[in-house]
């Protein structure tokens, strides 16, 4: 957090400088004049006022979208600021201050948390002036938080294709649990209906016979029985009489 605070103090100075040089470029409008001294007061929101009314009579001024991007960068409108200096890039890269310009573009773009601008627009400062240690800076800390931002990106990214993944096995699992179940449910319904087939086929095997015939079978199974039941009668009864006479012997 030190380092981080550092970083932005140092790039609000640098950036107060560039917008203070600024005004040396274009017409000497009032209206710029009139902001830059609002804007040394640290009267943010008059000093944005005061150069739109410059850019109302001269929308192209250099001096009055420079320094505006600096208004609005103190009241942390860093859109806005991003916005007003890209208005001005084809006039600034042609500059004394291409360097500072492109600093500040970087500036915004960090407060922006736009890591890839920010790293891009400090690699051209540095280009333009190699000895500038705040951007040197700025530049390692802005490549150091894109790639953590690229890390916790393929870090997503490989969690969701594990997440996705999980999804699918978990979704072929239940399809094929769910087959196997209709497959067990085929099963068990064709061998019922075998079973039901058989049993028809027995019924329909079985020899019919009619209430006549029944009651003739029931007649001669009964005669059985009774012709049964004499004979072992008249064996008990043998048997006794054979015993009664070794007794009286």
């Known amino acids: 957090m030190n380092r981080l605070y550092r ?10 400088g560039a917008v203070a040089a600024s005004a040396q470029y274009g017409p000497d409008k009032s209206g710029v004049r009139k ?3 609002a804007f040394d007061k640290k009267k943010w929101q008059v000093a944005d ?42 006039q600034a890269e042609g500059s004394a201050h291409a ?36 951007a040197k800076e700025n530049y390692i800390y802005a490549k150091l938080m894109l790639k953590n931002q690229q890390n916790q990106q393929n870090q997503q990214n490989q969690d969701q294709q594990n997440q996705d993944q999980n999804q699918d096995q978990n979704q072929d699992q ?30 329909q095997e079985q020899p019919q016979i009619s209430q006549q015939q029944a009651q003739q079978i029931l007649q001669a199974i009964q ?20 015993r009664q006479k070794d007794k009286n012997w």
């Open 174 to 203: 239940q399809n094929q649990d769910q087959n196997q179940d209709q497959q067990d449910q085929n099963q068990d319904q064709q061998n019922q209906d075998r079973n039901q087939d058989q049993q028809n086929q027995d019924q």
């Open 35 to 37: 902001g830059n001294r």
């Open 49 to 90: 006022l005061q150069y739109r009314r410059a850019l109302l009579a001269d929308s192209t001024s250099f001096a009055g979208n420079y320094n505006l991007a600096g208004a609005l960068y103190r009241q942390e409108d860093y859109d806005g600021a991003a916005k007003s200096l890209e208005k001005v890039k084809g």
């Open 223 to 242: 005669a059985r029985e009774k012709e049964t039941q004499d004979k072992v009668n008249k064996e008990k009864a043998a048997a006794l009489k054979a």
């Open 99 to 134: 360097s500072d310009y492109w600093y500040n573009v970087g500036d915004a773009a960090l407060q922006k948390k736009d890591w890839q601008a920010a790293v891009d627009a400090f690699k051209k400062s540095l280009i333009l002036a190699p000895d500038d240690l705040d």
């Open 7 to 16: 970083i932005l103090a140092v790039a609000v100075t640098l950036l107060f």
